[in-house]
Structures are given as structure tokens and as C-alpha cells.
Nanobody
Framework: QVQLVESGGGLVQPGGSLRLSCAASRIIFRISTMGWYRQAPGKERDLVARITSGGSTNYADSVKGRVTISRDNAKNTVYLQMNSLKPEDTAVYYC?????????WGQGTQVTVSS
């Protein structure tokens, strides 16, 4: 079993920045693809960004140029740096791990962009 613990969410004004972190409990992290997804009220959970074990990344069109995903294998942690935040970025953000045929989710962290 892998536990994913997210942190870094909160309330931020439009145009502001936040950095989300997700720490994995096991070394499987290092061979896994890590992703951040988000789910707004009444909407489906959608991919925000993903990073493979080799460091390849891909982003949702809605966040390209504003968001950067990165990973620190020594700390079993993946990060999501979000800049120029917009009200439409408001959602619960979930960390996702895919590795060894398994998929795990974090508990989610709320991001609210509002003035």
C-alpha cells in the first residue's frame, strides 16, 4: 500500500502563486508516473499535469505556461508550482501515483482562488 500526503493548498488571490507537495510513503515512487488532478464542484476530475519516472512532463492546455510539475526522487515527493492563478483554478487537487500496475490517490487539498 502506498500513501500519498498532499500539502500546500489554501486561499490565494487571483494572480497569486501556490506550491503543492505530495509525499509518497514508499520507494515505488521512483519508478512511478506522478500526476496532479483537480476536481471542481459538479465537475469531473481532470488531469492538470503529469511527470514520468524519467522526467517527461505533460500539462493540460488550461494550465500550460502557468504550472510546473517537478519531482525529487530523494524525497519521494512531487511538486506542483502554480503561478498566475485564476478563479477557475479553484478545485480540490489530488496527487496520483501510477506504478507497478497500481494506481493510488491522495486525499486531496483545496485550492481556492478568490479576491
Amino acid at each position: 500500500q502506498v500513501q500519498l500526503v498532499e500539502s500546500g493548498g489554501g486561499l490565494v488571490q487571483p494572480g497569486g502563486s501556490l506550491r503543492l507537495s505530495c509525499a509518497a510513503s514508499r520507494i515505488i515512487f521512483r519508478i512511478s508516473t506522478m500526476g496532479w488532478y483537480r476536481q471542481a464542484p459538479g465537475k469531473e476530475r481532470d488531469l492538470v499535469a503529469r511527470i514520468t519516472s524519467g522526467g517527461s512532463t505533460n500539462y493540460a492546455d488550461s494550465v500550460k505556461g502557468r504550472v510546473t510539475i517537478s519531482r525529487d526522487n530523494a524525497k519521494n515527493t512531487v511538486y506542483l508550482q502554480m503561478n498566475s492563478l485564476k478563479p477557475e483554478d479553484t478545485a480540490v487537487y489530488y496527487c496520483n501515483l501510477q506504478g507497478s500496475g497500481q494506481t493510488y490517490w491522495g486525499q486531496g487539498t483545496q485550492v481556492t482562488v478568490s479576491s
